[in-house]
């Protein structure tokens, strides 16, 4: 809001004072350096000084630059109109060029992009510099400070001062002005310190007295380029353009002591020439620092966007090898980043799904097409996550291996919201067919039952009707047997309804009830759904062993633990009855134990029994897990 103001407040009147008397002092300095005419200098620093306060504070501080300009060309030629002529000149062009960046180049922050710098360059230092030496010149011109054939060259000597003023003046104040302070560290000092003797030495070489007027080696001022440029690359665009204004500093010196190759003839030549090449070398050195530092600050976002992204996402060669992953990819699977790097996508894949993956990367590989896919990803304590994994390739530039950048999303709680969801659908169709079977099948067969038992109290014993009477009979009351059992299959177990440990304690309490046995139940680990023929074997196993426990061993207390590790499921059933001797132990009179090991065999479980008389019995059934 400021810069939109077009005339200061009271509280800016120190503002004002302060900008006024540096504008003169830089305009004494300026003027001291006037050898054609008095008042046009081909170093002219209080251009770039205008130019930043007006961006940096608002075009509001334009009465300090007017006031400024009119005391030091009024002390300087003494005639009111001329110097009122070339203040508004000066003015012209501080609020032109402000008004210009702010429209075009992003204002005071023109050097946060390459191409609002290369505006800046264009229509601050260039264009908009031609409006203080135009009305300037003609102002002179009317007072008669210029001759007739002095125009165009004092024009020109006008011009370059407040061009190049513009093109390294006003870019020191401004990024001194506008960056955030940055505390370096003790190794960069050390650097910028070595770097500042390599520009202060290399200046003093090249400018100073070792290359004398005499000796004019033209391409020598061109080292010093170079050496600005990895200044500008290391460190920034603050050191670029200090570095800048240090080598105008010490060769604008050089030159007016008669040192370096740009000190010709005459002193206003010489420093024409030595301006146009400062203003040159300062494009030459901010270009690559502005270009530097966007390319720093997009690699800064994306890897924002990287590391702070909602999904995982893991760089990875074409061999499925882990280059980049992100925070949130780690937190997903429970791996650091050291360790997925030690690991390859196939290493934490699913088994089942390795083969999808491989296929995925060797369709990226041959035609680079994107593809997706719902897939099984192996979390550190060997529970799985469903994952959506989105695989694309990427292709850096000429010379650059390729690679693929996958974006993992974590869609477990969407996939078993999909399972309880298809889990519910499927009872609630089971429990519509049940009440169909036990409301009209069930009922009608009962009612043809007890029809065809009329009929034959009317018929006589023996006789054809009366046998196919009663095959009837018979026929109908198998059905109905049938029909009741298809209602039983169809009402859901235990297992559909809660997971193996909730199941089998409900069990084992509904079977303990009234019998004056304590039921003592734990279950430790994460619990997973294994396969249902698993889980059903397990459940009867359990459910076997507390009928034991209960029917044979005399128990007071039954202990029943379960145990979800990584790589293994373990199922303790423990008594404090009388126990047996297992030697004693047969198929006639084994309690079910023979049917437990039938059980424990189908699903790859181990079962260890261990009994004594007069002492506990355990029943252990241990289940290896793989990845689930």
């Keep these: ?81 001329a110097s009122f002529g070339v203040a508004a000149g000066n003015t012209l062009e501080a609020v032109l060029a402000a008004q210009l960046a702010m429209r075009f180049a992003n204002g005071r922050w023109a050097f946060e992009s390459t191409r609002h710098m290369l505006r800046f360059i264009a229509l601050v230092g260039l264009l908009s510099t031609m409006a203080s030496p135009t009305v300037g010149v003609i102002s002179l011109s009317l007072g008669g400070q210029i001759a007739a054939g002095r125009l165009g060259a004092t024009w020109l000597t006008w011009w370059l001062g407040d061009a190049v003023a513009a093109l390294i003046v006003a870019p020191f104040v401004l990024l001194w002005y506008t960056r955030p302070a940055v505390r370096p560290t003790w190794r960069q000092v050390g650097e910028g310190f070595l770097w500042l003797g390599l520009l202060v030495g290399g200046s003093l070489g090249l400018y100073g007295a070792i290359f004398s007027a005499e000796h004019k080696h033209y391409l020598w001022p061109f080292v010093v380029i170079p050496l600005l440029i990895c200044v500008s690359i290391r460190f920034g665009r603050r050191a670029a353009v200090t570095g800048v204004v240090l080598v105008s500093g010490i060769a604008t010196w050089g030159t007016l002591h008669g040192f370096g190759p740009f000190a010709l003839p005459t002193p206003n030549e010489s420093l024409l020439t030595l301006q146009a090449f400062m203003g040159l070398t300062s494009v030459l050195t901010l270009t690559p620092a502005v270009m530097t530092a966007e390319r720093r600050s997009v690699e800064a976002r994306m890897r924002a966007v990287f590391n702070q992204a909602v999904v995982g996402i893991a760089d990875c060669d074409l061999d499925c090898c882990f280059l980049r992953v992100n925070q949130r990819l780690c937190d997903m699977l429970g791996y650091t980043r050291e360790e997925l790097f030690q690991r390859t996508l196939i290493d934490i894949t699913h088994p089942e799904d390795r083969a999808m993956t491989r296929a995925g990367f060797e369709r990226l590989k041959v035609d680079g097409v994107p593809n997706s896919a719902d897939k099984r990803y192996v979390r550190s304590d060997g529970t799985t996550v469903w994952v959506r994994a989105v695989a694309s390739r990427v292709v850096p530039g000429p010379g650059q291996n390729p690679f693929a950048t996958v974006v993992v999303e974590n869609i477990t709680p969407r996939k078993q919201a999909e399972d309880a969801l298809q889990r519910a659908t499927t009872l609630e169709e089971r429990n519509r067919l049940a009440g169909e079977i036990h409301d009209n099948l069930s009922q009608s067969f009962v009612g043809i039952i007890l029809q065809l038992e009329n009929a034959a109290e009317l018929l006589p014993t023996e006789g054809t009707v009366r046998e196919h009477v009663d095959r009837a009979t018979h026929l109908a009351r198998s059905a109905l047997k049938h029909a009741r059992r298809s209602l039983q299959d169809l009402r859901p177990s235990a297992l559909e309804v809660n997971d193996l440990p909730r199941a089998l304690h409900a069990a084992g309490v509904a079977l303990l009830a009234g019998t004056g046995v304590e039921l003592d139940f734990r279950c430790d680990g994460a619990v997973r759904r294994l396969a249902p023929e698993i889980e059903e074997q397990l459940f009867y196993i359990g459910k076997e062993a507390l009928a034991n426990a209960w029917k044979h061993a005399s128990a007071r207390t039954l202990s029943c633990r379960m145990r979800y590790d990584a790589d293994e499921l373990r199922l303790e059933v423990v008594d404090d009855g009388r126990g047996f001797a297992m030697g004693q132990v047969s198929d006639r009179n084994g309690f079910g134990l023979a049917i437990m090991r039938e059980r424990a065999q189908r699903i790859g479980a181990n079962l260890s029994i261990q009994s004594d008389p007069g002492r506990s019995t355990s029943v252990v059934v241990s289940l290896p897990l793989r990845p689930a």
């Design 1 to 81: 809001m400021s810069s939109r103001r077009l005339l200061p407040d009271f509280k800016d009147v120190p503002l004002v004072v302060i900008l006024a008397a540096v504008y003169v002092a830089a305009g004494r300095f300026g003027l001291s350096l006037a050898f054609d005419n008095p008042s046009a200098s081909p170093v002219w620093p209080p251009t770039g000084i205008a130019i930043a306060a007006l961006l940096s504070i608002g075009t509001r501080m334009w009465p300090a630059v007017a006031l400024g300009a009119f005391i030091v060309n009024f002390t300087t030629t003494g005639l009111v109109a």
